[in-house]
């Protein structure tokens, strides 16, 4: 049953979050609906190069470079967009969780030695140190995903410390260590679960800086030029930027459109998932 104070009810109250919800659901449905709408896929050169939006009823969003078909390819580019964004994700949210785990919950040299490991990664910016990844390998997937992955890891991991740190004085993990739960048992069965909400929030957020930072490398070139995504379509669209501006724009709108809807349904997890909201 869906009350006021139920966590349904909260996000609901939060009308920003709601509609960015609709957004992004709308935004899977063109990567769910890509095939069925678009058969012949996004590579295929369907009309004249350069056409602008409403010059052919057949291409509502005009055509590239090489004629193919934006709608086409903004369809299957959310495809893509959204995995590489969704795998990063999962992955810094692993690494992060369990380096943060084990620095909070071991503390003394351990933490030491992996606090220190992090900053090592945040010394460099985000976007140089995946450029510099991407760059050492053959753009792909699979190097885009891990570099991206690589460079988020470490904000998750210092809030996964600090929240370690706070619970660990708590009745409830002393309980667990006079019992003689084994650390493995105590860190999964009773710290992660207390710690959670902000990986949730943070993981949420961390999709949208995933999907601008795989913009940012397609744009440089250091996309992968076998997978259609809205980064791929920006750096395409750079090459005639000052006369067709719109082959640019379109993805990048979409990019935009994107990340705003991921972050407000973030703020909107963050008010639900907050006990201090409860009783607004």
């Known amino acids: 049953m869906i009350t006021r104070n139920s966590l349904i009810g909260r996000f609901g109250r939060h009308y920003p979050a709601v509609a960015g919800l609709a957004l992004l659901a709308a935004v899977t449905a063109m990567a769910l609906l890509a095939p069925v709408l678009f058969p012949q896929g996004p590579w295929r050169m369907v009309g004249r190069p350069q056409l602008w939006p409403g010059a052919d009823p057949r291409f509502p969003l005009g055509t590239d470079i090489l004629g193919r078909d934006l709608l086409a390819c903004l369809f299957y580019g959310a495809r893509v967009s959204l995995l590489i964004g969704i795998s990063a994700t999962l992955a810094a949210t692993l690494i992060g969780t369990v380096i943060g785990a084990a620095a ?5 040299r351990v933490d ?9 990664f945040q010394t460099t910016p985000p976007f140089v140190l995946a450029v510099v990844v991407v760059a ?7 190097s885009i995903i891990i570099a991206i992955s690589l460079v988020s890891w470490p904000p998750l991991a210092r809030l996964v410390r600090a929240q370690f740190l706070q619970l660990m004085p708590r009745e409830f993990v002393l309980a667990g260590i006079v019992m003689g739960m084994s650390n493995t048992r105590l860190i999964v069965t009773q710290l992660l679960p207390n710690a959670i909400t902000p990986i949730i929030v943070s993981s949420s957020l961390m999709i949208a800086s995933a999907i601008l930072l795989e913009a940012g490398l397609a744009f440089l070139g250091l ?3 076998n997978a259609m995504s809205w980064g791929y379509m920006i750096g395409v669209g750079r090459e005639v930027l000052r006369t ?6 379109i993805p990048g709108l979409a990019v935009l459109l994107a990340v705003l809807a991921i972050n ?5 997890l963050n008010d639900a998932l907050n006990p201090r909201s409860r009783n607004r």
Do not use: C, N, Q
């Not at 030695?113 to 900053?119: A, C, K």
């Not at 050492?136 to 699979?142: G, I, M, R, V």
């Open 104 to 108: 909070g919950f071991f503390g003394g």
């Open 112 to 120: 030491r030695w992996l606090m220190g490991f992090t900053e090592i």
């Open 136 to 142: 050492a390998f053959t753009p792909s997937l699979t």
């Open 223 to 225: 996309g992968d030029p």
């Open 244 to 249: 067709d501006w719109y082959i640019t724009t």
């Open 264 to 268: 407000l349904v973030g703020e909107g």
